[in-house]
């Protein structure tokens, strides 16, 4: 079954419709909420504790990396849904690339366990 650009203009229009929706949500509560700024209202405000030094304290760089980390693999696994649908459609030849696809992140997992990227000191 060939797709055609004309497939997927219900997907644009949803798209462009879900834009409007936030763009316009966002335009007309500007105008209709209230403008009114005092000293209170711009501190900023964290679960109704006080603020206690400053925000720009330096965090570990380890947090970050588990963070990029995790995003990594999980896209991993974004990918992988797709192909357990269409297992029997893409026969051998999509096992043979999946198991690449998953050979190229393990050898990447393998290689943060050695360089002890995971360790948190």
């Excluded at 004309?6 to 409007?20: H, S, T, Y």
Aim: proline residues 3%; neutral net charge; glycine residues 6%.
């Amino acid at each position: 079954m060939n797709s055609t650009a004309l497939d997927f203009v219900p997907i644009a229009l949803m798209f462009f419709v879900a834009i409007g929706f936030v763009a316009a949500t966002m335009f007309v509560t500007h105008l209709l909420g209230p403008n009114r700024k005092t000293k209170i209202k711009q501190e900023s405000f964290e679960c109704g504790i006080e603020v206690q030094g400053d925000a720009r304290t330096p965090f570990s760089v380890k947090y970050f990396l588990i963070a990029i980390l995790f995003v990594l693999f999980d896209v991993e696994v974004i990918f992988m849904y797709p192909w357990a649908v269409n297992f029997r459609e893409l026969g051998i030849i999509g096992f043979i690339e999946m198991m690449t696809f998953v050979a190229f992140f393990l050898v990447g997992f393998i290689y943060i366990i050695k360089k002890g990227a995971l360790k948190w000191e």
